[in-house]
């Protein structure tokens, strides 16, 4: 079993930044892929970053503003937003493909007003 706990959403203005951080129980090394994915009130959970063995991918909306980082040693992802806008605003979800199963973290709210 792997747990994710996500922390350093909150309230911000457009324009500003946040850092937000997943923590995992078990070694990150180890797993195939970790991602940041978000779900607006109403809305599908969509893909905002990912990371893995390939390299890193970003939803469109993210491309030039957002950057998924690994630290192995820590065994945290990060999830710089810079430049946010309020349709940024959601709930952010952390997840984990590893050898035993997918696993979500319980998510972190980013509120960007305007």
């Known amino acids: 079993q792997v747990q994710l706990v996500e922390s350093g959403g909150g309230l911000v203005q457009a324009g500003g930044s946040l850092r937000l951080s997943c923590a995992a129980s078990g070694s990150i090394r180890s797993f195939g892929a970790m991602g940041w994915y978000r779900q607006a009130p109403g809305e599908q959970r969509d893909l905002v970053a990912l990371?893995?063995?390939?390299?890193?991918n970003y939803a469109d909306s993210a491309k030039g503003r957002f950057t998924i980082s690994r630290d192995n040693a820590k065994n945290t992802v990060h999830l710089q937003m810079n430049s946010l806008k309020p349709e940024d605003t959601a709930v952010y979800y952390c997840?984990?493909?590893?050898?035993?199963?997918?696993?979500w973290g319980q998510g972190t709210q980013v509120t960007v007003s305007s």
């Open positions: 997840r984990a493909v590893t050898p035993f199963g997918n696993y």
């Open positions: 990371s893995s063995n390939g390299g890193t």
